[in-house]
C-alpha cells in the first residue's frame, strides 16, 4: 500500500509542491527577536510577522531575494533591508494598538504577505496585523469561561440582486436553549472595500456579544451582517453601495421569516461602520417606521455640503434625509437612539454632526469617541461594545 | 459636514489609499477576449483570472511593470508574456474542471494574485482558480428553488490543546423547524494543508447535502468540519496531524451537547480526504464502539509500508490498525460503510486497498472512481456526493 505516497505524487504532478514549500518562507523554525511572538493575526505555522507586545513593534519579513526595492506599506511607506541571503526586514516604530492592514510592495507591485491570514479589505485580500492591547482588549477576545454564540454563514437568494445573497448571522448562545423566545436584530454593515464577514472576523463580534450578554450589559439579540455592496456578476462587475432596497424588501423579511424575531421596530436596529455609517443613515431615516435604534461608527449621514456631489445645494439639519429632523419634537418621540462614534485620530466631522443635532433639539443621542485610535477595526470594535449595551431597553 | 472627507483623509494618513487603487489592477473596466468570464473564484470586482466555459481555457493577468520574469504555477509552470505596458499575461491549454490551486511567481517570489478570492492552502492563503463544469456540476452549485441549510462557525475550548478550535458545522434547512427532533452526525475533514473552512468554501458542502436532502437521497444530518491540525500558538508554532484525541475526548462530547444529536455508533460517521482520510482510518477504526460509517476521499489508511517510517515493519491486512480486520465476519458486523474514492488520476492505490480489504472478506465496501480528475476539490465534492447518500440507513 503506497497511498500517501501517491498523494505526494499527485502533488508533484500538480505543481503543488514547489508552492507548498516556498510557502513555508515565513514559517516554523525561523528564530524571532528577544520579546517577539508571531502576530495571533498570521497564519498558524507563520513566525512573520512578529510583534513585541510591550514596546508595540512588529519585525516583517519578506523573502525576495531577486527584488532591487521591498517597501512596506503600513501607515505609510517604508524601506526594507536585504541581508545577505536575499531576505527583507523592517521593524516598526512602536504601532497604535488594533487591526492594521498592510501590503508588501516588490518591485512596485502590491503583495499580500503570505505570513498573514486574508482580510477582505480595499476590495481584495488583504494582509493584516494586530498589535494587542493588554487586558483591556479582554473584551474582544475569545473567553473560556462564558457560552458562547454562533456565527451562521447562510445564503438567500435576491430578486432585486438576480443573485444569492450571503449573509453572517450572529445568535446569541441561549438561541438554541429557548426555541419559542423571540429576539431583537441588529443590522450591522461593513464599510467600503470590506466584506460581510469583516464584522465576524476583524471585527470580533461574537466575542464582544458573547462577554457583553453574559455580563448582563447587553440584551441577547441577533445581529445580521449583510453586504453592504450589491455584487454582479455580468462580464464587466460592478458594485453599488446602496443597498435600502434590498434591506428593506428581501433582507428583513428573510430574516424575520428564518429566525425566530421580533418584527416590530422598538426591536430592530441598523448600524454601520464608515461607508456603512451612511448606509445606516440612509436606510433608517428614510424608513423610520422599520427601526428605532441607529448608530454609525467612523460615518454617518451627510449634512452640509456633499463630497460626492459638491455642485448640490448644501443640505441644513432642517432639510437633510426630506426633513426628518426639522421636527425635533417628532424624531424625537420616534428614534429611540442615534449613535455617533469616532476614533480621536479621525477628525472633529463627527463631533460637529453631533452638534448640529444637538443644538437643534435633537436627543437620546449618544457621542461616543475611541481614544487615540483611527479609521480601524479597534474604532469600531469599542464603537460596537458601547453601542450594544444600549439597545432594546 | 465634511464626515466623507474626513474618511478620505484618514484613509490617506493611514496609507490605505495607495494600496487600494493599486488593488484594482484586475478589476473592472479591463476588457475580456470573447467567450471568456471573470472565473466564479474570483473577488467580485475582478475580470481576471478570466475562463471561457467552452474551450476551459483560462486567462490570467498580472501587473508588474518591472519584473525579469513571471511564471504562472499551475499544473506545472508556465512564463508569462510582458506587453508593452508591463502587464504579464498567459493563456492555458484546456483545463480539468473543478477547482484548482495556483500561484503566480515574480521574480522567483510566489506571491498569490489578488485578482482571486483567498482559499486556505498549503498552509498558506492561496488563490484558487475554478473552470465550470456544465449542468452536471449543478448539485455543487446555489440552488434557488430548494431550502438551504447553514454552516454555523462555532469555537470551542479544548483542554487537550489548550486553545480555542474553530469548527464549522452544516445543519440541514429542517433543523430549526422541527425542536425536538435528533439527527445523526458525520464529522469530516480537510486535508493537509487545508483548514476546516476548505470543505463549506472550496467543497460547497452545504449546496452539495442541501441538494442531496431536497431530493431526499440524503437522510438530513448534521456534518461537523473540524480542523486537522493541532494548531498551537507557542513561540515557535507546531502542527500535529493526530487528531483522535481531541476528537474523541472533546469535540464529540461537545456536540452532542451543543446539537441534537444522536449519540449512539449507529448513527455518526466519519470521512475525510487526503491526510484527513487517514486520520479518519485512525480515529475510526481505533474507536469502533464510536463509529459505524467511515470513508476515504484520495486518502486512506496504510497497510503495508509506511511511507513515513520507512523502517519499519510493513504491516498486512491481518496486523494493520490492530488487527481490526483480521476477523472478517466479527468487522463486517460492526461495521456499516467502509467508502474508498479516488480520482482515476491519481493512481492505483485506493483501488489496491479496497481489493485487498474485498480479497480478505470485508463487506460493506465501496469503492468510488472521480473519473478523469485528480488530488482535487472536484474529486472530493464528487466523493461527497456518492458518499452521503449512503449514510444512516
Same mark, same amino acid.
Given at each position: 500500500?503506497?497511498?500517501? /505516497?501517491?498523494?505526494?505524487?499527485?502533488?508533484?504532478?500538480?505543481?503543488?509542491?514547489?508552492?507548498?514549500?516556498?510557502?513555508?518562507?515565513?514559517?516554523?523554525?525561523?528564530?524571532?527577536?528577544?520579546?517577539?511572538?508571531?502576530?495571533?493575526?498570521?497564519?498558524?505555522?507563520?513566525?512573520?510577522?512578529?510583534?513585541?507586545?510591550?514596546?508595540?513593534?512588529?519585525?516583517?519579513?519578506?523573502?525576495?531575494?531577486?527584488?532591487?526595492?521591498?517597501?512596506?506599506?503600513?501607515?505609510?511607506?517604508?524601506?526594507?533591508?536585504?541581508?545577505?541571503?536575499?531576505?527583507?526586514?523592517?521593524?516598526?516604530?512602536?504601532?497604535?494598538?488594533?487591526?492594521?492592514?498592510?501590503?508588501?510592495?516588490?518591485?512596485?507591485?502590491?503583495?499580500?504577505?503570505?505570513?498573514?491570514?486574508?482580510?477582505?479589505?480595499?476590495? &481584495? !485580500?488583504?494582509?493584516?496585523?494586530?498589535?494587542?492591547?493588554?487586558?483591556?482588549?479582554?473584551?474582544?477576545?475569545?473567553?473560556?469561561?462564558?457560552?458562547?454564540?454562533?456565527?451562521?454563514?447562510?445564503?438567500?437568494?435576491?430578486?432585486?440582486?438576480?443573485?444569492?445573497?450571503?449573509?453572517?448571522?450572529?445568535?446569541?448562545? !441561549?438561541?438554541?436553549?429557548?426555541?419559542?423566545?423571540?429576539?431583537?436584530?441588529?443590522?450591522?454593515?461593513?464599510? &467600503?472595500?470590506?466584506?460581510?464577514?469583516?464584522?465576524?472576523?476583524?471585527?470580533?463580534?461574537?466575542?464582544?456579544?458573547?462577554?457583553?450578554?453574559?455580563?448582563?450589559?447587553?440584551?441577547?439579540?441577533?445581529?445580521?451582517?449583510? /453586504?453592504?455592496?450589491?455584487?454582479?456578476?455580468?462580464?464587466?462587475?460592478?458594485?453599488?453601495?446602496?443597498?435600502?432596497?434590498?434591506?428593506?424588501?428581501?433582507?428583513?423579511?428573510?430574516?424575520?421569516?428564518?429566525?425566530?424575531?421580533?418584527?416590530?421596530?422598538?426591536?430592530?436596529?441598523?448600524?454601520?461602520? /464608515?461607508?456603512?455609517?451612511?448606509?445606516?443613515?440612509?436606510?433608517?431615516?428614510?424608513?423610520?417606521?422599520?427601526?428605532?435604534?441607529?448608530?454609525?461608527?467612523?460615518? /454617518?449621514?451627510?449634512?452640509?455640503?456633499?463630497?460626492?456631489?459638491?455642485?448640490?445645494?448644501?443640505?441644513?439639519?432642517?432639510?437633510?434625509?426630506?426633513?426628518?429632523?426639522?421636527?425635533?419634537?417628532?424624531?424625537?418621540?420616534?428614534?429611540?437612539?442615534?449613535?455617533?462614534?469616532?476614533?480621536?485620530?479621525?477628525?472633529?466631522?463627527?463631533? !460637529?454632526?453631533?452638534?448640529?443635532?444637538?443644538?437643534?433639539?435633537?436627543?437620546?443621542?449618544?457621542?461616543? !469617541?475611541?481614544?487615540?485610535?483611527?479609521?480601524?477595526?479597534?474604532?469600531?470594535?469599542?464603537?460596537?461594545?458601547?453601542?450594544?449595551?444600549?439597545?432594546?431597553?
Amino acid at each position: 500500500m503506497k497511498k500517501i /505516497s501517491f498523494i505526494l505524487i499527485a502533488l508533484m504532478v500538480h505543481g503543488m509542491l514547489p508552492a507548498q514549500f516556498a510557502g513555508i518562507q515565513n514559517n516554523q523554525e525561523q528564530p524571532l527577536p528577544a520579546g517577539f511572538k508571531p502576530a495571533s493575526t498570521n497564519t498558524f505555522l507563520s513566525q512573520y510577522p512578529a510583534v513585541n507586545p510591550d514596546t508595540r513593534q512588529a519585525t516583517f519579513r519578506v523573502v525576495a531575494p531577486y527584488a532591487q526595492n521591498v517597501t512596506l506599506q503600513l501607515g505609510g511607506k517604508h524601506a526594507m533591508t536585504k541581508d545577505d541571503k536575499g531576505v527583507w526586514w523592517y521593524t516598526t516604530d512602536p504601532l497604535v494598538v488594533g487591526f492594521h492592514y498592510y501590503a508588501v510592495m516588490i518591485d512596485s507591485v502590491p503583495v499580500m504577505d503570505r505570513g498573514s491570514e486574508a482580510y477582505f479589505g480595499s476590495n &481584495w !485580500e488583504s494582509a493584516g496585523i494586530e498589535i494587542p492591547e493588554g487586558a483591556e482588549g479582554d473584551y474582544y477576545r475569545f473567553n473560556k469561561d462564558i457560552a458562547h454564540g454562533e456565527i451562521r454563514s447562510l445564503y438567500h437568494w435576491s430578486d432585486i440582486n438576480g443573485l444569492e445573497r450571503h449573509i453572517n448571522v450572529y445568535v446569541p448562545a !441561549e438561541y438554541e436553549k429557548n426555541p419559542k423566545k423571540k429576539y431583537p436584530v441588529l443590522y450591522l454593515v461593513h464599510g &467600503w472595500g470590506e466584506d460581510e464577514n469583516g464584522w465576524s472576523v476583524q471585527g470580533h463580534v461574537a466575542n464582544i456579544m458573547d462577554g457583553l450578554i453574559a455580563a448582563g450589559k447587553s440584551v441577547p439579540m441577533i445581529i445580521v451582517m449583510p /453586504s453592504g455592496d450589491i455584487k454582479t456578476n455580468s462580464d464587466v462587475r460592478k458594485a453599488s453601495g446602496d443597498i435600502t432596497d434590498i434591506l428593506i424588501k428581501d433582507l428583513v423579511p428573510y430574516i424575520d421569516k428564518t429566525f425566530r424575531t421580533y418584527t416590530d421596530r422598538d426591536h430592530r436596529a441598523m448600524a454601520g461602520l /464608515s461607508r456603512g455609517g451612511a448606509q445606516t443613515w440612509n436606510a433608517v431615516l428614510n424608513n423610520m417606521d422599520k427601526f428605532a435604534w441607529m448608530g454609525g461608527f467612523s460615518g /454617518s449621514g451627510r449634512i452640509g455640503k456633499n463630497p460626492f456631489n459638491p455642485s448640490a445645494s448644501p443640505t441644513t439639519v432642517e432639510t437633510a434625509y426630506n426633513g426628518v429632523f426639522k421636527d425635533a419634537a417628532a424624531f424625537n418621540k420616534k428614534m429611540k437612539l442615534l449613535f455617533i462614534s469616532i476614533g480621536t485620530a479621525e477628525g472633529p466631522g463627527a463631533k !460637529e454632526t453631533y452638534e448640529l443635532l444637538k443644538n437643534h433639539g435633537i436627543n437620546n443621542l449618544v457621542y461616543h !469617541e475611541s481614544q487615540g485610535t483611527a479609521h480601524e477595526w479597534l474604532t469600531w470594535r469599542r464603537a460596537l461594545n458601547d453601542f450594544a449595551p444600549r439597545l432594546f431597553k
